[in-house]
């Protein structure tokens, strides 16, 4: 639950930079009720399989959606070894208090650091969600349900990283000209193996790419299980490298 609510609140907060649109203050009233029920459907975002899941009438494959959005969304990088099926807890969890999940299938840790062809899925998924919001015909009753001007991005393990990788670039997207950007940001269990000792975002943007995270530019992360797999003090060195990400990090114990 505290994931669900800095997600909200990151995606909530007022914000503007000067190379981004300011922020939308059309904001979906929080949802205080009953968890709704927790609808998924598998499409395809340009040849890549996503699992989007969302709130809906009733739980299963393909239900309608809940008439009372729009809601906003996050797009989910699965970790490596990981399919879009894998993550109905954390996914259901959220969609239940009113946050669309779009989970992608996962990313070996050694293309976690290929930050273009992440961010054309990134595009990709976005474009679907705009198309998601225009019609009924990919989820019943999804038609003007979908809040296109508040969405993150999110991930586990190597799919953190990716997450990590595409924030702060949405400008470089011709997209941006009328998509907001993300504007929130969690990782959990965040994998850097495959990126290089001090990489950062200006190691591996392409060489015309400007660092630009839209405001308010915080990120969530948490890491560290009780075997250890994923140890802040492993992962802390990248995200703490730059200055233009305000971060908050939870080691969790047990």
């Known amino acids: 639950?505290?994931?669900?609510?800095?997600?909200?609140?990151?995606?909530?907060?007022?914000?503007?930079?000067?190379?981004?649109?300011?922020?939308?203050?059309?904001?979906?009233?929080?949802?205080?009720?009953?968890?709704?029920?927790?609808?998924?459907?598998?499409?395809?975002?340009?040849?890549?399989?996503?699992?989007?899941?969302y709130p809906a009438m009733q739980d299963g494959e393909d239900q309608p959606m809940a008439g009372n959005g729009p809601f906003p969304y996050t797009v989910f990088?699965?970790?490596?070894?990981?399919?879009?099926d894998d993550y109905g807890i954390i996914s259901g969890e959220i969609a239940e208090r009113g946050t669309i999940v779009v989970i992608t299938n996962d990313f070996d840790?050694?293309?976690?650091?290929?930050?273009?062809q992440s961010f054309k899925l990134l595009e990709?998924?976005?474009e679907l969600m705009n198309q998601t919001n225009s019609t009924n015909n990919l989820i019943a009753s999804?038609?003007?349900?979908?809040?296109?001007?508040?969405?993150?991005?999110?991930?586990?393990?190597?799919?953190?990283?990716?997450?990590y990788s595409v924030f702060p670039f949405w400008p470089e997207s011709e997209l941006s000209d009328d998509i907001?950007?993300?504007?929130?940001?969690?990782?959990?269990?965040?994998?850097?193996?495959?990126?290089?000792?001090?990489?950062?975002?200006?190691?591996?943007?392409?060489?015309?790419?400007?660092i630009d995270p839209a405001s308010p530019a915080t990120g969530l992360f948490m890491t560290g299980t009780v075997d250890e797999i994923a140890r802040g003090q492993d992962n802390l060195p990248v995200i703490?490298?730059?200055?233009?990400?305000?971060w908050h990090w939870m080691h969790v114990l047990g």
């Open 1 to 53: 639950m505290l994931v669900i609510a800095i997600l909200l609140l990151s995606i909530g907060s007022i914000g503007v930079s000067s190379a981004h649109p300011q922020e939308s203050q059309n904001f979906k009233t929080q949802h205080t009720g009953v968890d709704f029920p927790v609808g998924y459907a598998d499409l395809e975002a340009e040849g890549y399989s996503v699992r989007i899941v």
């Open 77 to 84: 990088f699965a970790d490596e070894g990981e399919n879009n």
């Open 109 to 116: 840790s050694d293309d976690t650091a290929n930050v273009a």
């Open 124 to 126: 990709s998924i976005v």
């Open 142 to 163: 999804s038609f003007g349900n979908v809040d296109l001007d508040h969405w993150g991005v999110s991930g586990h393990g190597s799919g953190a990283a990716v997450a």
């Open 180 to 210: 907001q950007p993300p504007r929130s940001l969690f990782g959990l269990g965040i994998d850097f193996s495959g990126w290089a000792t001090g990489d950062g975002w200006h190691n591996i943007k392409p060489s015309d790419w400007n």
């Open 240 to 246: 703490s490298a730059t200055e233009q990400l305000g």
